[in-house]
């Protein structure tokens, strides 16, 4: 925080794979920087004693049901997420503050505690028949198995998700504003978005 330009209540976790391990093991540690963090396709639930973390933060797993790793299955994301759930004091709006599931599209569902300690939540979400690949997504060597266009596109969720939890503070929130509409109008052609009258401020 010193020496670089960070906001300390903006620090979000995301990690696929062995990445999603790591999510689990730092948000288990008491010196985790994260304000929420997403483990997708890999999945330990963190119940050992040496779970310290009680600091309030949101939590997000992702699993598929056809998994061939084996590194993350629906019940394995469901424990986590209800450790978690308990560890910060959730209650969903199911019956008896349980949590409420819902379909995302036909081949995708979550499972959410919306309400925990410090405006936070806990969720889970599942994509069935995908394999060891991030739903909505396609795999850089070109071997994802072709998916029905329904898969929850578990990054993108996930950045919509957590936007929730920083609000109006949010980078570029409140664009385009009467600036940028007088500028787009000043000159023709219009400006592209390297000369956007935002990062003329920074310039």
């Not at 093991?25 to 963190?46: E, I, L, Q, Y």
């Not at 959730?90 to 036909?106: E, L």
């Not at 991030?134 to 919509?160: H, K, M, N, V």
């Not at 385009?176 to 390297?194: A, G, M, Y």
Request: glycine share 8%; aromatic share 12%.
């Amino acid at each position: 925080e010193e020496h670089t330009c960070v906001d300390s209540d903006k620090i979000f976790g995301m990690g696929w794979s062995l990445g999603g391990y790591v999510m689990n093991h730092m948000a288990c540690r008491d010196w985790s920087p994260f304000k929420a963090v997403a483990p997708m396709g890999f999945d330990t639930p963190m119940m050992e004693p040496g779970c310290s973390n009680s600091k309030p933060f949101s939590y997000a797993g992702f699993c598929s049901t056809s998994d061939e790793a084996r590194s993350c299955t629906p019940d394995r994301v469901v424990k986590s997420a209800e450790f978690w759930s308990k560890r910060l004091n959730c209650v969903g709006k199911g019956p008896g503050g349980g949590p409420v599931s819902y379909n995302r599209s036909a081949t995708s569902y979550c499972t959410e505690w919306s309400t925990c300690d410090d405006g936070n939540f806990v969720e889970y979400c599942i994509t069935v028949g995908i394999d060891h690949t991030p739903s909505g997504q396609q795999r850089p060597d070109s071997t994802t198995i072709l998916r029905p266009a329904s898969d929850l596109e578990w990054p993108e969720y996930i950045f919509q998700k957590f936007s929730l939890l920083v609000g109006e503070s949010i980078l570029h929130w409140g664009h385009p504003d009467q600036e940028d509409l007088l500028l787009k109008k000043s000159v023709f052609p219009p400006p592209k978005r390297h000369d956007h009258a935002y990062m003329r401020r920074f310039q």
